[in-house]
Nanobody, 122 residues
């Protein structure tokens, strides 16, 4: 199974971007898909996650009310809609397939996409 993340780019503060993450390969059986991000000089941090079957969603406090996450089960694709972007949202964003454990912990994910750069200018 491979994850392909795309949709990043350069945007001004207050703008929007939509990231996509498509899973391909053999049967994809993960129960949830998450997004993490890593800014230069900082540790990777949880952003959001969605459960494939029931659609439950969770967000980091820093993005609540600004980001939404959705999925298209038929396409094995998850979307992260990012609105009201701030310069502090600048990071490489990674999608990952959840395996076991807390949704908020990156060690609970066993398949990672290649990352897509999001840059928010002030």
């Amino acid at each position: 199974v491979q994850l392909q993340a795309y949709g990043g780019g350069l945007v001004q503060a207050g703008g929007s971007l939509r990231l996509s993450c498509a899973a391909s390969g053999r049967t994809f059986s993960s129960n949830a898909m998450g997004w993490f991000r890593q800014a230069p000089g900082k540790e990777r941090e949880f952003v959001s996650v969605i459960n494939w079957s029931v659609g439950s969603t969770y967000f980091a406090d820093s993005v609540k009310g600004r980001f939404t996450i959705s999925r298209d089960n038929a396409k094995n694709t998850v979307y992260l809609q990012m609105n009201s972007l701030k310069p502090e949202d600048t990071a490489v964003y990674y999608c990952a397939a959840h395996y076991s454990g807390s949704y908020y912990y990156d060690g609970a994910y066993n398949i990672w996409g290649q990352g897509t750069q999001v840059t928010v200018s002030s």
